[in-house]
């Protein structure tokens, strides 16, 4: 359960440049659920649920990666992860 990790390690192969459509299913089915909603709204504020916890990426690249690795980082800033190291392509 994403809510329940102590910390994340998020690997997965480019695909024309971008991450793979599993990697990014993943991510959009995941990404508002770790937002906390606010008390008798219906959205959703900015305090992750995830704030502060480690996280590595890794990309399996045919290309250079960069684009992959971008979309993933970018993901991870908004859900406010801490990452521990660089991507590693």
Known sequence: DLLRA???LFCAPENLASTSG???EFFHSNYYS???????AGGFSETSRL???PAGIAVAAGSD???????MERICRGWRLRMVGDTLI
């Open 6 to 8: 102590d910390g994340f």
């Open 65 to 71: 990666g960069s684009g992959a690795a971008r979309q």
């Open 51 to 53: 704030v502060g916890r």
């Open 22 to 24: 599993e990697m990014l």
């Open 34 to 40: 770790a937002f906390e909603a606010p008390h008798g």
